[in-house]
């Protein structure tokens, strides 16, 4: 079996978005390709409202889907489909924005706001197709819990487990892996798919190299067919993201990912004439 060792490391940059919410954004534009097809991983952690309460009022998106996955806190959405509702800890929230999607996503204050969101390409054949959006509470999300390592399957599946969200374009897997105080968890891969994780807290080492990674690191690994993870003894917690890559051009423009400049330009000028979002 060919191991997967470490490729690159991201730590990510403070940034600020929305209406000033801070945060470190991860993945981004210089990623793009070597993520494929990841595109954008932004990461929050603070214990301060004043961080991000100003929130993501309403904006547009088009050609990508989103997974919003809460740790901790509260955050109230709604968009243009006329869903609104409320994310709590342990929530995710995944929108497909398709052909064009309007929506806000307003956190509230709380003791801890920790969390990500990811921003996953749609291929070049399903960028316009209808936008949908699921609401996954954390009680829909499995929990595995084994010698070395208690596994939440958000999406895709894990041992024969379904997780609780599957894309009908992506097929992305999405786990939260907590792996005990100096144990070590494996895990089979597909070898032609891009995997990375995401540290949330602790310390780990990616077998193969002798790097000891700690919180908030975004970990790209090479091609392989086994991936695998030893916790120090204060253990670990991370997210594994797998997929598979569309090795397709990618013309980014803020919150729209498209394959073309042409495409580009066209969804902002239906922004500016009000025709950016379809009906059936």
């Keep these: 079996m060919a191991l997967r060792t470490v490729q690159?490391?991201?730590?990510?940059?403070?940034?600020?978005?929305?209406?000033?919410?801070k945060l470190t954004r991860v993945l981004s534009n210089g990623t793009v390709k070597a993520f494929d097809p990841f595109l954008m991983l932004d990461a929050f952690d603070s214990t301060n409202p004043d961080d991000y309460t100003r929130g993501f009022p309403m904006h547009p998106?088009?050609?990508?889907?989103?997974?919003?996955?809460?740790?901790?806190?509260?955050?109230?959405?709604?968009d243009s489909l006329g869903n609104k509702g409320v994310i709590h800890s342990g929530c995710c929230q995944w929108m497909t924005a398709g052909s064009g999607i309007l929506h806000q996503e307003m956190p509230k204050a709380s003791?801890?706001?920790?969390?990500?969101?990811?921003?996953?390409n749609l291929p070049r054949?399903?960028?316009?197709?209808?936008?949908?959006?699921?609401?996954i509470t954390a009680s829909q999300i499995p929990m595995l819990c084994e010698a070395s390592a208690d596994i939440l399957v958000v999406a895709g599946a894990y041992k024969g487990t379904p997780g609780a969200a599957k894309s009908d374009y992506t097929h992305i897997t999405f786990l939260d892996v907590t792996v005990r105080p100096g144990q070590t968890w494996n895990l089979p891969t597909d070898p032609e798919k891009t995997l990375f994780i995401y540290t949330f807290s602790g310390e780990c080492r990616v077998e193969g190299t002798e790097q000891l990674l700690g919180p908030k690191r975004a970990v790209l690994?090479?091609?392989?067919?086994s991936?695998?993870?030893t916790a120090s003894e204060?253990?670990?917690r991370f997210v594994l993201a797998t997929g598979k890559p569309l090795r397709?051009?990618?013309e980014w423009g803020g919150p729209i990912v498209m394959n073309t400049a042409e495409e580009l330009r066209t969804a902002f000028i239906e922004l500016d004439e009000g025709t950016f979002i379809k009906h059936a």
């Excluded at 998106?61 to 709604?78: D, K, N, Q, S």
């Excluded at 690994?221 to 067919?225: S, V, Y």
Aim: glycine share 14%.
């Design 8 to 21: 690159d490391i991201i730590t990510g940059r403070p940034g600020m978005d929305g209406a000033g919410v």
């Design 61 to 78: 998106h088009r050609g990508i889907e989103t997974l919003t996955y809460l740790v901790e806190g509260t955050i109230e959405h709604e």
């Design 111 to 120: 003791p801890h706001m920790f969390g990500l969101q990811l921003w996953i």
């Design 125 to 135: 054949v399903k960028k316009m197709v209808s936008p949908a959006y699921r609401d």
């Design 221 to 225: 690994c090479a091609n392989g067919d």
């Design 227 to 229: 991936f695998s993870v």
């Design 234 to 236: 204060a253990g670990a």
């Design 248 to 250: 397709e051009p990618v």
